[in-house]
């Protein structure tokens, strides 16, 4: 007996995707083995390590823990998708290459997008708001110093990046 495939329009990186797949394809299997998005790295499988996070919407899920199905609708967005269009880093990946936030690399997506959701929520976190951010993600090599210079780097360029940019006229 075969399983019944279900029509799915994934919009990920801001492409959508028209897709058949079983109802129980877990986003991250679809991600990485459907759209060959090989970022959302798997390790856990239980959501207890991070490594496959990704933004829904803006905000941080477990891909191995989420159905495929339950993110039609939302805007997913992947490691893949946070440099900008021309290949420019964003600031956090720019902070983790600046910190050396990452050595065999296995975490580091998840680490990315969960920190990029952290500090749009909170762009100028203190030294413990910085290590509360990537509470959730584990990570076998690095002792986490790096990456907490990471996150505080990234929040750095973002202020730098605020401060750069045009400002609109008074009064509009």
Do not use: W
């Amino acid at each position: 007996m075969s399983e019944s495939l279900l029509d799915v329009r994934l919009s990920v990186n801001g492409v959508l995707h028209e897709l058949r797949l079983p109802a129980r394809r877990l986003l991250s299997d679809a991600l990485r083995h459907d759209l060959g998005l090989t970022g959302t790295h798997v390790g856990c499988e239980h959501g207890v390590c991070g490594a496959c996070t990704v933004l829904a919407d803006g905000r941080p899920v477990r891909a191995c823990l989420m159905f495929a199905v339950s993110a039609v609708g939302l805007e997913l967005t992947t490691v893949e998708g946070l440099a900008d269009g021309d290949g420019t880093l964003s600031n956090v990946q720019q902070a983790f290459v600046e910190c050396h936030g990452l050595q065999c690399g296995f975490c580091t997506p998840g680490f990315l997008t969960t920190i990029t959701a952290g500090l749009r929520e909170n762009p100028q976190p203190t030294h413990e708001e910085a290590r509360d951010m990537i509470a959730g993600n584990l990570c076998r090599c690095t002792g986490y110093q790096n990456i907490v210079k990471a996150v505080e780097r990234a929040a750095e360029l973002g202020v730098e990046a605020r401060e750069l940019a045009p400002q609109p006229p008074e009064g509009s």
